[in-house]
C-alpha cells in the first residue's frame, strides 16, 4: 500500500543502496530500506556499485569474485597520495570509473525521469586506507541528481571510519549536495556536524523494520556469527589473536555444557570460519539466503556476533546480542540499544563476561528480556517511520 503525503501523489523514487552484495546483512537492510520507501512511492532501485544493475538473488547468495585489478588500482593511487598527487588520485578513483562505465547514461537517464533520489542504508561513505576516496562514488550519484534538479534525500547511513582530513572532508563535501541526510547512529552524525556538513538528523537502521517471523523451535542454541579479520586491513599478529580467542570462545561455551552453532553471514568470511571450525571438530553455516538466516535464528536463543546486521536481524528475532566490536559501528549499535554492557573489542574480549551473560539470559536475568527487545525494536520502527515523513516533507518541500 502507497501512502500518501501532501503534494507526493504518484511521485516516482529511485532508491539506491546495497542491493548487489554477498552479506546477507547487506541484502536485508536493502530490502527494508526499498520496501520503507514503496509505502510512499512507486520505486526504481540502482545499486551502489559498479554494476548498478546487477542486483543479488536474496534466495541464493553467490560469492561476488575478488577483483585483483581494482587492488592493483588502490596500491596505485596510495603511491600518488604519498607522492603529493591527490587531486590525480581522487578524479581517478571513482568519477573516471564511472566515466567510462556503459551503465552512465542509463543511469543518468533513469534519475532524470524520476521526481525523488534516495541513496540509503549501511556504511556508505568509509575509507580504510590513504589511497581511497569513497567519497567519489556517493558525489557521483549526488551531481547526476542535483544537474536535473532532482530532490536527495540520503536515509539512514552511516559514514566512516577515515584514514585522514581529507577524505572525511571530501565526504561532508558530497553528503552537502543533499537536502535531507539522516544518519543510522550518533557517531556517523557526530563526524558530520564537525567537519560542516549540513541537514543532518539521527534516525535508525532500516534492518529494524525485518519483520518477526513466526516459526517456532525450541531455541538451544547459542550462536558465533565469525568475521574473517583478514578483511579488516588487521596484522598477521591481530588475526592470530582473534583466531585464538575465537576457538577459546567456542571451547569454554562447550565445555559448559552449550550447545553452539557457528555460522557466517558474509560468504567472504566462511573460509576463515571453516578453518577455526576443523580445528575443534565442529560445522559452519553459510547463510546464503533470508529463508537459511531465519531457520537458524529459530534455534538460536543469544548470538555473539561480530557483523552488524546479523545482530539488528537477530534483535528482530527476539533474539539477544553480545558483539564483538572490529569497528566503532559494532559500538554505536550497542550504544544506540542502551546495552554497552553487551559489546566488548574483538582483539581483547573477556570469555568469562561472555558466558556469564549468556547464563544470565538462560535463566531470564538478563537486561535483554523479551519485553526490553520489543520496545527497543518498536521504537527503532517509529523511529524510521517519523523520520521517513519528515524526510520526505524537508527533501520535497523547495521542488
Known amino acids: 500500500m502507497i501512502l500518501r503525503l501532501s503534494g507526493i501523489d504518484n511521485m516516482k523514487a529511485v532508491v539506491i543502496s546495497y542491493f548487489k552484495s554477498s552479506n546477507i546483512g547487506d541484502c536485508i537492510l536493502s530490502k527494508c530500506l526499498l520496501e520503507q520507501f514503496q509505502n510512499?512511492?512507486?520505486?526504481?532501485?540502482?545499486?551502489?556499485?559498479?554494476e548498478p544493475f546487477e542486483y543479488t538473488d536474496i534466495n541464493q547468495i553467490?560469492?561476488?569474485?575478488?577483483?585483483?585489478a581494482a587492488d592493483?588500482?588502490?596500491?596505485?593511487?596510495?603511491?600518488?597520495?604519498?607522492?603529493?598527487?591527490?587531486?590525480?588520485?581522487?578524479?581517478?578513483?571513482?568519477?573516471?570509473?564511472?566515466?567510462?562505465?556503459?551503465?552512465?547514461?542509463?543511469?543518468?537517464?533513469?534519475?532524470?525521469?524520476c521526481d525523488i533520489v534516495?541513496?540509503?542504508?549501511?556504511?556508505?561513505?568509509?575509507?580504510?586506507e590513504s589511497g581511497c576516496l569513497s567519497a567519489g562514488r556517493f558525489?557521483?550519484?549526488?551531481?547526476?541528481?542535483?544537474?536535473?534538479?532532482k530532490p536527495l534525500l540520503v536515509s539512514s547511513i552511516g559514514i566512516g571510519p577515515?584514514?585522514?582530513?581529507?577524505?572525511?572532508?571530501k565526504a561532508i563535501q558530497a553528503l552537502n549536495y543533499a537536502d535531507f541526510i539522516s544518519f543510522r547512529d550518533k557517531n556517523s552524525l557526530s563526524i558530520f556536524n564537525k567537519y560542516g556538513g549540513k541537514n543532518g538528523f539521527i534516525s535508525s537502521d532500516p534492518a529494524f523494520l525485518f519483520p518477526k517471523k513466526n516459526i517456532?523451535?525450541?531455541?538451544?542454541?547459542?550462536?558465533?556469527?565469525?568475521?574473517?579479520?583478514?578483511?579488516?586491513?588487521?596484522?598477521?599478529?591481530?588475526?592470530?589473536?582473534?583466531?585464538?580467542?575465537?576457538?577459546?570462545?567456542?571451547?569454554?561455551?562447550?565445555?559448559?555444557?552449550?550447545?553452539?552453532?557457528?555460522?557466517?553471514?558474509?560468504?567472504?568470511?566462511?573460509?576463515?570460519?571453516?578453518?577455526?571450525?576443523?580445528?575443534?571438530g565442529i560445522d559452519v553455516q553459510n547463510i546464503d539466503s533470508i529463508k537459511k538466516l531465519v531457520d537458524i535464528y529459530?534455534?538460536?536463543?543469544?548470538?555473539?556476533?561480530?557483523?552488524?546486521?546479523?545482530?539488528?536481524?537477530?534483535?528482530?528475532?527476539?533474539?539477544?546480542?553480545?558483539?564483538?566490536?572490529?569497528?566503532?559501528?559494532?559500538?554505536?549499535?550497542?550504544?544506540?540499544?542502551?546495552?554497552?554492557?553487551?559489546c566488548q573489542p574483538i582483539l581483547s574480549f573477556s570469555i568469562e563476561k561472555i558466558h556469564k551473560q549468556i547464563e544470565d539470559i538462560k535463566v531470564g536475568k538478563s537486561v535483554q528480556s523479551l519485553n526490553y527487545i520489543n520496545q527497543m525494536i518498536n521504537e527503532q520502527k517509529e523511529m524510521l517511520n517519523i523520520n521517513t515523513q519528515k524526510a520526505i516533507e524537508l527533501s520535497t518541500r523547495r521542488f
Not at 139 to 149: N, P, Q, S, V
Not at 162 to 169: A, E, G, I, L, R
Open 62 to 68: 553467490d560469492e561476488i569474485k575478488l577483483n585483483f
Open 216 to 280: 517456532e523451535k525450541k531455541k538451544r542454541f547459542v550462536g558465533i556469527n565469525i568475521i574473517n579479520p583478514s578483511l579488516l586491513r588487521m596484522k598477521n599478529s591481530e588475526i592470530e589473536i582473534i583466531t585464538n580467542r575465537y576457538i577459546d570462545l567456542i571451547q569454554q561455551l562447550k565445555g559448559h555444557g552449550n550447545s553452539v552453532i557457528v555460522f557466517t553471514t558474509e560468504i567472504r568470511d566462511f573460509k576463515y570460519a571453516n578453518e577455526i571450525a576443523n580445528k575443534i
Open 162 to 169: 577515515f584514514v585522514n582530513d581529507n577524505q572525511v572532508n
Open 118 to 128: 534516495i541513496i540509503g542504508g549501511g556504511n556508505m561513505i568509509f575509507d580504510l
Open 298 to 342: 529459530n534455534e538460536i536463543f543469544v548470538i555473539v556476533g561480530t557483523r552488524m546486521h546479523s545482530m539488528i536481524t537477530a534483535f528482530t528475532q527476539e533474539i539477544p546480542i553480545i558483539g564483538l566490536e572490529w569497528q566503532p559501528k559494532i559500538g554505536e549499535l550497542f550504544k544506540y540499544l542502551n546495552i554497552t554492557e553487551f
Open 139 to 149: 558525489k557521483y550519484f549526488a551531481k547526476i541528481a542535483k544537474k536535473h534538479k
Open 40 to 50: 510512499y512511492f512507486e520505486c526504481e532501485k540502482v545499486t551502489y556499485s559498479l
Open 72 to 113: 592493483i588500482k588502490s596500491n596505485i593511487l596510495s603511491f600518488l597520495k604519498k607522492i603529493g598527487l591527490n587531486r590525480l588520485s581522487e578524479n581517478y578513483y571513482w568519477h573516471k570509473k564511472y566515466l567510462s562505465s556503459f551503465d552512465k547514461s542509463k543511469i543518468e537517464y533513469i534519475i532524470s525521469q
